[in-house]
């Protein structure tokens, strides 16, 4: 990348705007301006990018013809209020929220798995991220397709209280106050996550599955839409503030061994294989420092040797599954079709 661009980013000051802010300076992404965007309520706060203080613009009144780049992390109903508008400016729009990710004429994309996508950005200016719990689930099968086509999935992700952004964290940690100091978990008519764990996460549908469940399902067959994969979700929610564990049970066509396995892991950048038995090792969560990655670990083959195997991933949701995707999105589109 050789030039430089400007840039907007609507919800600056929500968790995965920040994460994505302090993940361009951390990557020295060639930025021209920097425009900070949120709502009425977030506008004239301020942010910090490479050294600089940035004061927080208002996104409704905003023009977007100022940038060639619109990142936007703010929910689904101010992506379908305003991206379209941005759009229309001739800005790329790259949106995290789930408001276009089911469109058939906008690409859904995760970074290094379907990257062919984005050669369709410019017919709508819009690219669709995948949520957070698609990209750590098809990071890790997307290599394991190299082997053969992948049959059947099966996941149980452990889903932390950051899922629902900076309300979902507060609720945690007020909760958590509350019952160390004696008191009821809350108020409000409020599902208790602190020191507990909820086997329903998102909204209950008619055939039994939720929301975050489905969601994970109709992604990953999206993404991975050459693959002859029947995908099982079950979510659950735990009290912890930012992380998703995925526990999942696959099995190829071909079959796979451990080996196998760690070959095609090998090299990826922001993805690695712990072989360690230590539990605090396995988790990159708990390192807050340095580049945001996932980790794999419990790498085991079917005991009675019928070729399904199973591991255990783990990835900071926002800064890995949310921000750096659509930062290597943005780098991609940069690179090759800007």
Known sequence: MDRSINLAIVGATGLVGEAIIKLLADRKFPVGELFVLASENGAGSKVSFAGK????????????????????????????????????????????????????????VVAGVNDEMLAQAREQNLVACADASTVQLVRA?????????????????????????????????????????????SEAAQAQIAFNV????????????????????????????????????????????YGYGQSVSLRSIQGLSAAQCYTLWDGDEDMSVEDSDDPQAVSPVAMVEGPPAMRISRVREEMEAG?????????????????????????KLLKDYL
């Open 53 to 108: 203080s940035l004061t927080v613009g208002k996104a409704d009144d905003f023009d977007f013809s100022q940038v060639e780049i619109a990142l936007f992390a703010a929910g689904a109903s101010v992506s379908q209020a305003l991206a379209p508008h941005a759009a229309e400016c001739g800005v790329v729009v790259v949106d995290l929220s789930p408001a276009f990710r089911y469109e058939a004429d906008i690409p859904l």
């Open 141 to 185: 099968l997307k290599p394991l397709t190299e082997q053969g086509p992948l049959q059947e999935v099966v996941v149980t992700q452990f889903q932390a209280a950051s899922a629902t952004g900076k309300a979902g964290v507060d609720q945690l940690a007020q909760q958590s106050v509350r019952l160390l100091n004696g008191l009821a978990p």
């Open 198 to 241: 909820l086997p329903v996460s998102g909204q209950m549908q008619e055939n039994g599955f939720t929301s975050e469940e489905l969601k994970l399902i109709l992604e990953t067959r999206r993404v991975l839409a050459d693959q002859p994969l029947s995908v099982q979700v079950t979510m659950v929610r735990v009290p912890v503030f």
């Open 307 to 331: 070729g399904g195997l199973s591991y255990f991933s783990v990835a900071d949701n926002v800064r890995w599954g949310a921000a750096l995707n659509a930062v290597k999105i943005v780098e």
